[in-house]
């Protein structure tokens, strides 16, 4: 099994975390946000990832901590999941439909750190969450995870669908990413020999 465990407490938030990429999309997920709660079951369920989480955050100040903490906290998981990245396709993209919303998501498993985010959310936010966050959440995970995340927004005007779609493309197309390659089992996919 992959499978990492995080725990994070700092001044701003108390995170605990366990990732199973080769789970069956169960969710166990108290963020503090109903809204963040959903696109993080979204995630779970559309990569097949097992996900528990529980986040006490300081939402009295505001939403930015513990959402970026638990990019921070979902990223460093996921790297020690996947270990040396051996076996794995690394590559996989999805283009997306979630109504009129479409988007592509393409991740390259590069050892390196990189987002390309193009979304157009035109409301500041959804309920109680700030839609600006989305980035800062990508963001967090993709520089502890490092992984290569280029996601862009096709089409869509709908706020919830556009994010909606955001978080199922990225967890259908990481669990793409993922998969291991039953011919090269036993290979890191890289001339370099390393993925870290």
Known sequence: MREGSIVRCTAETEI???LNLDGKGKAQISSGSGFLDHMLILWAKHGSFDLELE???D???DAHHSVEDIGICLGSAFAKALSDFR???RYAHIILPMDEALLLCAVDLSGRSFLDCRLDIPTEKIGDFDTELVREFLLAFVRKAAVTLHIRQLAG???HHIVEAC?????????AAVAIDPEKAEEIPSTKGVLI
């Open 16 to 18: 605990r975390l366990k």
């Open 55 to 57: 986040c006490r955050g």
């Open 59 to 61: 939402y009295h100040v």
């Open 87 to 89: 076996g794995v396709r």
């Open 157 to 159: 005007e709908n706020s």
């Open 167 to 175: 978080f199922k493309a990225l967890g259908r197309t990481l669990a």
